[in-house]
């Protein structure tokens, strides 16, 4: 297993809290200082001519290269701790995932012993009530003494530790898929993206079309 050594733990935990400070500060003049020059310079929704479009792509390259530099800036400060965070949580699943494998096995085969215990009292309740109806006739009262009384299966179950209580709770699975009404499935949004980009000419009940946006290149 892999282990932190005393010194390296201390490194990636070392965050410059005086260079993060330094960093947002910047990033507030600068971010508020350029969307009120842009709120200035485009007061409106509409580019209405040429001109305007090429000042438009002046600023969205500038806004781009903003963008990318303070990202770098942010991963700069925030990698240390990251790569912290990382170390721990892959060494803690390591550990944890076998127990929760366990605990997963566990519950299964609890609830199967619960299912089978619940439908082998109900079928053995059956039974006795079809011998008491053997005995009496049809309509007659059945005495009190000899009338079956269906066994609750063990419920709540105590231990040193705390306590299992087995609760009923609704599930459900698929029999028949074409018989699912159509408001209960999602659009694969990911996949149908990716077809489209690929080249697909069309996806029945959808929409394919092409629109030009602005893409900034070079820095």
Known sequence: MARLKPKEEAKEQTIDTAKAEQGITLLK?????LVAELTTAFPGTEIIGESDLTLASEALT??????????????EIVQPANNFVRSINQ????????VKSEEARLRMMMSTFRARESERRR???QDSLKKVEEVFPEGSPIPEIVAPIPQESLKHIATDNGAVHFASVRKWEVQDIDKVPREYFIL?????GKLVKAGIESIPGIRIYTEEVPVVRGS
């Open 29 to 33: 003049q600068q971010s508020l200082g």
């Open 62 to 75: 500038r806004i781009t290269k903003h963008l990318k530099e303070w990202e770098q800036k942010r991963t």
């Open 91 to 98: 060494m803690w699943a390591r550990l944890i995932d076998p």
């Open 123 to 125: 079928q053995e309740y």
């Open 188 to 192: 694969d949004e990911t996949r149908i």
